[in-house]
């Protein structure tokens, strides 16, 4: 058992296998999957592996990295017993919702399990990725898991009472919503499709990369930006009159609903 291997073939394990192979890592990576045209391209794009079937995929894992559905995991996991197969002892959940006291004990006590919640945006290097160890995981699994995923980006430790939140919370698809919904009320104010998007697109990654670069208070940024008697202060205080933060935590409390939701099938 000398692989990492990957159950399911799909966006995230793509992105992850991306991310790794521009990063320069060359170990052997297996992936299995019941569509065919998944892995083959995964094969063809980032050099995995295919397994004939799930049996060889798990006698082949030395971290096994569970990337299905929520809805799907109990099933795969029952397939994992009943075929047989012994399963490895490091195994990784990416399952939005689904609690460790869910996965413990699935493949036998041997097993030790940890939650990993990777961004999309691994796959060029830049990903966030939240860990969450279970209680039997010894130092040296702690360290390899975090090694793993600190080449696709940067990796913090939290409590598993607040994954949900932070599934919730870290999502770059953040970011995309609020740059279409920033260009269309561009487009609507009179500029042009491409002008509203540039313009977006800079009031956001660069706004937050300059944050990042200078080591300034968020609210000194803020304070900076918004001149009394200025465009961007009455810009704000007409978002925030609106209930922009009261819509984002709405957003925020549905997306945590969800993960029970998960937690539950």
Not at 10 to 21: E, N
Not at 73 to 92: N, Q, W
Not at 159 to 164: K, L, T
Request: glycine content about 12%; some cysteine; charged content about 25%.
């Amino acid at each position: 058992m000398t692989s990492v291997v990957f159950l399911g073939g799909g966006r995230i394990t793509g992105a992850l296998v991306a991310g790794l192979r521009l990063a320069g890592y060359e170990r052997e990576i297996v992936v299995y999957d019941r569509n065919a045209e998944k892995v083959r391209a995964l094969r063809r794009d980032a050099r995995v592996l295919i397994a004939r079937d799930l049996k060889s995929a798990v006698l082949r894992a030395e971290m096994l990295i569970v990337a299905v559905r929520p809805a799907s995991i109990a099933g795969i996991l029952e397939e994992i017993v009943a075929g047989g197969g012994r399963a490895p002892k490091l195994c990784v959940s990416l399952a939005a919702g689904v609690p460790l006291q869910k996965l413990r004990g699935r493949l036998g006590s041997a097993a030790r399990w940890v939650r990993a919640m990777p961004s999309p945006v691994c796959r060029v290097g830049r990903g966030l990725t939240a860990l969450s160890f279970g209680r039997s995981v010894t130092k040296t699994e702690r360290r390899r898991v975090r090694e793993f995923f600190e080449r696709v980006g940067t990796v913090l430790e939290i409590p598993e009472g607040q994954f949900d939140a932070f599934t919730a919370a870290y999502s770059c698809s953040h970011g995309y919503h609020a740059l279409a919904t920033l260009a269309k009320a561009g487009q609507r104010a009179g500029l042009g499709r491409a002008t509203a998007l540039t313009a977006a697109a800079h009031a956001l990654s660069d706004g937050i990369g300059y944050w990042r670069e200078s080591g300034k208070a968020l609210s000194e940024l803020l304070h900076e930006a918004a001149t009394p008697g200025g465009i961007a202060a009455a810009t704000m205080s007409a978002m925030d009159e609106s209930g922009y933060a009261r819509v984002v935590e709405k957003g925020i409390r549905a997306g945590i609903k969800q993960a029970w939701v998960n937690a539950k099938r």
